[in-house]
């Protein structure tokens, strides 16, 4: 399985940006598939994911609320819809994805490339 992460770039405090996800080699539609970011000279931190169906999400504090996960089986892609953005949103993000159902565990198998968000004040 490889993924791709796009749509990152630079926005102002309170703007909004949409990041894709898009996988190839594996039809990943029974995957578990999730974002995490990783801010300079911080660690990698969990901030969304989405289960195989889509019916259920689960978000790290920081977001809920602001962030929106979502996926699209028929195109293999996963979204993550970025609003009200924070300085403190500014990362790189990166997409994965595990052939697991377990929403909650933190381990994944698959990783893309990540993609820059800055938010400038």
């Known amino acids: 399985v490889q993924l791709q992460a796009s749509g990152g770039g630079l926005v102002q405090v309170g703007g909004s940006l949409r990041l894709s996800c898009a996988a190839s080699?594996?039809?990943?539609?029974?995957?578990?598939m999730a974002w995490f970011r990783q801010a300079p000279g911080r660690e990698r931190e969990f901030v969304a994911a989405i289960s195989w169906n889509g019916g259920n999400s689960i978000y790290t504090d920081s977001v809920k609320g602001r962030f929106t996960i979502s996926r699209d089986n028929a195109k293999d892609m996963m979204n993550l819809q970025m609003n009200s953005l924070k300085p403190e949103d500014t990362a790189v993000y990166y997409c994965?994805?595990?052939?697991?159902?377990?929403?909650?565990?933190?381990?994944?198998?698959?990783w893309g490339r990540g993609t820059l968000v800055t938010v400038s004040s």
């Open positions: 994965a994805a595990k052939d697991s159902m377990a929403l909650t565990t933190r381990m994944y198998t698959y």
């Open positions: 080699g594996r039809a990943v539609s029974t995957y578990t």
